[in-house]
């Protein structure tokens, strides 16, 4: 059985990616997190040239700049090779690739990752849909995990990324359905209190 790494560091592992200019390379998200001081938002997608996983990346790179703009780095992973990701890179949109996607996609052929993160499906050995949100230090703030039919929706991460920030940056809860601009409340039974009267 599988156990949450939430408020755990994210593993310590090096993995192949590519670029979209075909360069390929190494990268380990725990120290890419810690080195330049930024979130991390690392999706799986079970494969390349698929069906529900170009809606995804699309969607996620339509959201590269709101996530820049929230110290955000945005990563792509599956177990295809990085070979095979940059024939889809090289592939056009309307033919059903990912051209233009600018973010990088891991390469996890040895499955190590996503085999120490538990998320590999055991009968077909790719992974689910699985999304980790990971802070400046290297923590685990957020995952979750779809079945393989089910899309994301690339909003809700980018509020999870905001409600993060604001916890850390004053030191308040975020209460359920909270958004940007929106009011949070003390880690109290006051706090609680006045915002439920107050909403």
């Known amino acids: ?18 670029d979209e200019m075909g360069d390929a390379f190494k990268i380990n998200v725990l120290q890419k997190a810690i080195d330049e001081n930024k979130k ?4 799986w997608y079970p494969k390349d040239f698929t069906f529900v996983c170009p809606t995804e990346i699309h969607a996620f790179q339509a959201a590269q700049e ?5 110290n ?19 592939t056009a949109k309307d033919n059903g690739g990912i051209e233009g996607v600018t973010f ?8 190590k990752l ?12 790719v992974t689910y849909r699985a999304t980790y949100l990971i802070d400046e230090e290297g923590t685990v703030f957020h995952e979750s995990i ?26 308040e809860v975020c209460p359920a359905n909270w958004e940007q601009g929106k009011e949070a409340m003390a880690a109290t039974t006051k706090g609680v209190a006045e915002y439920l009267q107050a909403n």
């Open 1 to 18: 059985m599988r156990n949450s790494i939430v408020g755990n560091k994210f593993p310590n592992l090096t993995v192949n990616a590519m």
């Open 40 to 43: 991390v938002l690392l999706f």
């Open 66 to 70: 709101d996530f820049n703009a929230k």
């Open 72 to 90: 955000t780095i945005v990563i792509g992973a599956s177990c295809d090779s990085a070979e095979v990701h940059f024939a889809w890179l090289s």
């Open 104 to 111: 990088p996609l891991l390469a996890d052929t040895t499955r």
């Open 114 to 125: 996503a085999a120490e993160l538990g998320i590999l499906d055991e009968e077909d050995f």
């Open 146 to 171: 779809n079945h393989m039919p089910l899309g994301r929706n690339v909003n809700e991460y980018l509020r999870l990324v905001d409600a993060y920030t604001h916890v850390q940056t004053h030191g």
